[in-house]
């Protein structure tokens, strides 16, 4: 099954921390293939591993370029700080132009905050359909994942207060 129904709003939220300072990705994807292939991948979450700098690092929206060759990232002003968790939510919206709002860390409460931590709209006709979720935390030990949750609001996949 496709998620991706134009008119439709999802939600994602999950815990991400890096436990090592270097450039081991700590991704959650979201793709249309049966398979990890970038080819098929349509948005990530995390740390991209692209961003070489020795410091500071941030936590990013990613997405293909137009061309589907390489990963665009739309960086947050939240830095990766090895050994600390931070709490990841996303609101994908499917229409005319798809769109994807990250909050990092955002407040508690019913509703997601106003101004999101990064944002992407596509261009018409670009879709941003998924069918798979894949977790991808670089090499062993240097990431750690925990509390994935869909649903159809801010507070359906955010802790309670």
């Given amino acids: 099954m496709l998620v991706g129904l134009s008119g439709t709003t999802v939600w994602l939220s999950f815990l991400v921390r890096k436990e090592t300072n270097d450039t081991n990705e700590a991704v959650v994807t979201l793709g249309t293939g049966e398979f990890y292939q ?6 990530r979450f995390g740390f991209n591993g692209l961003d070489k700098r020795d410091a500071p690092r941030f936590w ?6 137009p061309e589907n060759k390489e990963w ?9 700080e ?10 994908l919206t499917f229409g005319q ?15 997601a905050p106003v101004i999101p931590s990064a944002e992407y709209t596509s261009e018409k006709g670009r ?20 509390e994935i949750r869909f649903g159809d609001s801010f507070k359906a ?4 207060k």
Wanted: aromatic share 8%.
């Fill in 38 to 43: 970038q080819e098929f991948a349509t948005v």
């Fill in 60 to 65: 990013s929206l990613q997405v293909r370029n």
């Fill in 72 to 80: 665009v990232a739309i960086p947050t002003e939240v830095p990766v």
């Fill in 82 to 91: 090895p050994g600390k968790t931070v709490l990841m939510v996303a609101r």
């Fill in 97 to 111: 132009k798809d769109g994807v709002s990250l909050f990092v860390n955002p407040p508690l409460g019913n509703q």
């Fill in 127 to 146: 879709k941003l359909n998924f069918r798979g979720l894949v977790i991808w935390g670089g090499a062993p030990g240097s990431s750690a994942f925990d």
């Fill in 157 to 160: 996949v955010t802790p309670g």
